[in-house]
């Protein structure tokens, strides 16, 4: 009688081909986690430049609408609603809670120098900033208002 010899894997085998999938599986799901935690910051920084665009173009027609009280506004305002843009409640700083722009992490700020006499430009800086993850972020733009534009 000949005794058929069954070839097998041995236990060491075995744990050497699990720890080595195993330590795959755990680099690519850590991989995973960084591109996901990236691609939400920048999800959330495109949202901020389109708040920056949004207060810009507001601000252009109320340089439209009248040049004069425009040009002599002065200080930080706060236009945290997306809704409804005004400037009626909005000086002051932004609260530590932003309100209602969507996600509701951000909070938009404008400061303007103002110009008391009459002037031809006005500057003016936009931020929209936000904290993810322990870290804070902010998107700026310092646009130039001309009476003549």
């Not at 050497?16 to 960084?34: E, M, P, R």
């Not at 920056?52 to 002599?72: A, Y």
């Amino acid at each position: 009688m000949i005794k058929a010899v069954k070839k097998s894997f041995s236990l060491i085998e075995i744990l050497v081909v699990t720890s080595i999938l195993s330590i795959f599986f755990v680099v690519t799901v850590s991989v995973l986690v960084v591109v996901l935690r990236n691609m939400k910051i920048n999800e959330h920084k495109i949202y901020a430049t389109h708040y920056v665009g949004q207060l810009e173009d507001w601000l252009r027609t109320q340089k439209e609408l009248d040049w004069v009280d425009f040009s002599s506004r002065s200080g930080t305002f706060c236009f945290n609603d997306e809704t409804q843009m005004t400037w009626v409640g909005a000086l002051g700083s932004c609260p530590a809670v932003p309100a209602s722009l969507n996600p509701s992490i951000y909070n938009r700020r404008l400061d303007l120098p103002g110009c008391p006499g009459s002037c031809a430009q006005v500057g003016a800086t936009i931020t929209v900033s936000w904290k993810e993850l322990g870290k804070d972020y902010m998107v700026q733009a310092k646009p130039v208002f001309s009476l003549l534009e």
